[in-house]
C-alpha cells in the first residue's frame, strides 16, 4: 500500500490554485464588469497566490532540492543549434540545470529523478515511427538497469518534452505518461496534459527582440495588437470580428519565426496597452512576448496550460477570457478603469523576471521558477 504524504506550504499552494482552475484555460474567465473583476483579482496586492508562504519555501527550495539525471549524451541538450531553434526554451533548462546546484551524482539524495529523452540521439534518416521506438527503448533500458523507477512507479520521475518526436515516443509507455511529470511546451489539455502534476514550460524571448519599453503608458497609443495566421478557430473568428476596427491593431499576416528581427511586428507590442494571446501554434510565444514588453496579456484560449499558474495568480497581470467572449472584446477593454489598467500593467513588468531565461541562471528566473514549480509536485504527492 503507497501512502501520499502532503507537504504543508507546497500543499496550500496547489490547493489555493485548483479553487481558480475549475474553469479553463486555468482561472475563472472574466466575466461581468471589470470593476468586479479587478477587486476580486486584488490588483494592488502581490502577484503570487500566496505571497507569505512563497519567499520561505522557495528558499527551502533553493537549499534543498535534488536531481538525479540519468547518464545521457549531455552535449545533445545544450548545443548552440538547441538554444536558438524553435526548442530553445527546453535547451536553456538543460543548460541552466547544468550550471545549477540542484545536481547530485547521488540518486539516494534525489528528491526528483529526470529522464532525458531529448539528449537521446536520434537516428537520422528514419521514420517518425521508428525513432519513436528508439526513445522508447532508451527509457526501457534506464527502467530495467536502474532500480529508481520501480519504487514508485515514476511518480518521482519527470522528463522534459516540447519536440513532437517525443511526445509519440513517450505515449508509447503508459506509466511513463500516467505517473510521471511531464515539463512541456504550449500545453493544452487535449495533449494527454494533466494540470498540477504536468509543468507548463514557458516560452523564451527570441534574442532580436527589442528592449522592452520603461514603465510608462505614454507611448502605448493602441487599445490592443495582434497579428498572425488564421490557423486556428479562435484567431479565424478574431480576424473575422475585429480585423478592420480602428481601435483595435488586429491583423492578418506573416507569424515571425522564433528569430525573424521584423522591427514592426516587436514595436506594436510595445505600442499596445493589451495584446491578445489566442489560443493556437505558438502562443505560449505569444505571451512571453507581451509580457516582455510590459503589454497586458488577455488570453483567449479555453484548454491552454499557463506557466506557473500554481505559483502566480494570472488575473493579477492579465485579462483571461472564453474564447466564446471575441466578440465583445473591444467593449471589454474599454470597460477597464485607468488606474485598474495601471496597475495591471506595472504587475506585468513585475513578473517579467520570472518568464526570462538567461545563459547563466539567476534566481526567481524562468529556469528557477521551473524549478520551484517541480519542487512543488514533488512535495504535495510523494510516493514511498
Not at 78 to 106: A, C, H, I, Q, V
Not at 232 to 245: F, M, P, V, Y
Request: net charge negative; proline share 7%; aromatic share 14%.
Amino acid at each position: 500500500m503507497k501512502n501520499l504524504k502532503r507537504g504543508g506550504l507546497a500543499c496550500l499552494f496547489v490547493v489555493v490554485s485548483i479553487c481558480f482552475s475549475i474553469y479553463p484555460p486555468g482561472f475563472p474567465p472574466f466575466q461581468g464588469s471589470f470593476q468586479a473583476y479587478a477587486q476580486e483579482a486584488g490588483f494592488f496586492g502581490e502577484v503570487f497566490h500566496v505571497p507569505e508562504a512563497f519567499d520561505p519555501d522557495y528558499e527551502e527550495m533553493e537549499r534543498k532540492f535534488k536531481i538525479f539525471v540519468y547518464p545521457h549524451n549531455t552535449s545533445s541538450c545544450s548545443n548552440p543549434r538547441t538554444l536558438d531553434g524553435e526548442y530553445g526554451n527546453e535547451g536553456l533548462f538543460y543548460l541552466n540545470l547544468n550550471l545549477s546546484r540542484f545536481l547530485t551524482k547521488d540518486p539516494e539524495k534525489a528528491h526528483l529523478f529526470l529522464i532525458p529523452i531529448s539528449c537521446h540521439s536520434l537516428p537520422a534518416g528514419r521514420s517518425e515511427d521508428e525513432r519513436a521506438i528508439s526513445v522508447e527503448d532508451f527509457v526501457k533500458n534506464l527502467i530495467s538497469k536502474y532500480p529508481y523507477w520501480n519504487r514508485t512507479l515514476g511518480a518521482d520521475h519527470f522528463f522534459v518534452t516540447c519536440a513532437d518526436i517525443n511526445v509519440t515516443a513517450t505515449a508509447r509507455i503508459a506509466n511513463l505518461m500516467k505517473n510521471s511529470i511531464k515539463v512541456m511546451c504550449t500545453p493544452s489539455y487535449n495533449d494527454e496534459y494533466v494540470p498540477h502534476k504536468d509543468v507548463s514550460l514557458p516560452q523564451r524571448v527570441p534574442p532580436l527582440a527589442l528592449p522592452p519599453a520603461a514603465n510608462n503608458i505614454t507611448n502605448r497609443i493602441t487599445l490592443a495588437f495582434w497579428r498572425g495566421l488564421n490557423n486556428s478557430d479562435i484567431r479565424q473568428k478574431l480576424l473575422e470580428a475585429w480585423e478592420n476596427d480602428l481601435e483595435l491593431f488586429i491583423q492578418r499576416g506573416r507569424d515571425p519565426s522564433i528569430e525573424d528581427g521584423d522591427l514592426v511586428y516587436h514595436e506594436a507590442f510595445n505600442n499596445s496597452k493589451y495584446c491578445i494571446c489566442p489560443g493556437g501554434p505558438e502562443l505560449d510565444r505569444t505571451i512571453a512576448l507581451a509580457i516582455h514588453y510590459g503589454c497586458v496579456p488577455v488570453i483567449m484560449s479555453d484548454y491552454y496550460d499557463l506557466p506557473f499558474k500554481d505559483i502566480l495568480d494570472w488575473r493579477k497581470f492579465s485579462i483571461i477570457l472564453e474564447e466564446s467572449q471575441v466578440y465583445y472584446l473591444r467593449e471589454q477593454l474599454e470597460e477597464m478603469l485607468e488606474h485598474e489598467y495601471r496597475a495591471m500593467k506595472t504587475n506585468t513588468v513585475m513578473v517579467r523576471k520570472h518568464f526570462q531565461w538567461n545563459l547563466v541562471p539567476a534566481k526567481y528566473d524562468a529556469f528557477h521558477m521551473t524549478m520551484y514549480d517541480l519542487w512543488l509536485r514533488n512535495h504535495f504527492t510523494k510516493y514511498y
